[in-house]
């Protein structure tokens, strides 16, 4: 970090150094420090995509969902096939309960990369929310057939048969979950 900020010393115009600087402070937790170099960034380079999406995940890590997708929604406008930002602004979809912009965002996200369980995953976690659990268990079945081992899906898809009322198969997935995080252990 020390190296980023002698390069702002140097040359405050570096919009390289400011980016560094921000990623350091980010995967350090300093989400304050992290969102003023990446603002620094995004004044100096008003076009670059990267600046408002590492900006968002900042905000994002903070829990200020709003800032998060105002940034990310900058970053698709700048950069449409930018696959990852569609998928953060998704999951703060899901945390501000708007599971019909979280479910537009994976929906485009797996366009984009479409053998990711994750982006399945998540869907299915929206339409489950949302209260759609045949969508949920069709998206969990996707993401399992992708990702054999995805504890998470096998949970996901457990309660969603639950709540259709398929115990059969609620306890077949339970049991997968349990079986797996048991050997991630």
């Known amino acids: 970090m020390a190296d980023y900020s002698k390069a702002i010393e140097l040359d405050p115009n570096n919009t390289k150094a400011y980016h560094g600087r ?49 940034d990310y929604t900058r970053a698709i406008e700048i950069d449409p096939n930018a696959a990852y930002t569609y998928y953060n ?46 969508a949920a268990i069709a998206d969990y079945s996707k993401a399992i057939e992708i990702d054999p081992n995805y504890t998470k899906a096998y949970h996901g898809r457990g309660i969603a048969y639950r709540r259709i009322g398929n115990d059969d198969a609620a306890d077949a997935d339970t049991a997968m979950h349990r079986r797996l995080k048991a050997q991630s252990q």
Not at 35 to 55: H, Q, S, V
Not at 91 to 119: M, R, S
């Open 22 to 70: 921000g990623n350091s402070y980010g995967e350090k937790g300093d989400h304050d420090a992290a969102i003023a170099d990446y603002t620094k960034f995004i004044e100096l380079d008003p076009n670059n995509a990267e600046g408002f999406y590492n900006r968002g995940v900042s905000y994002q890590d903070k829990g200020d969902h709003d800032a998060a997708i105002a």
């Open 89 to 134: 602004r998704g999951i703060a979809y899901i945390y501000k309960g708007d599971y019909d912009a979280a479910i537009a965002d994976h929906t485009k996200f797996i366009e984009l990369v479409p053998n990711n369980a994750k982006g399945f995953y998540n869907r299915g976690v929206s339409y489950q929310d949302k209260g759609d659990h045949d």
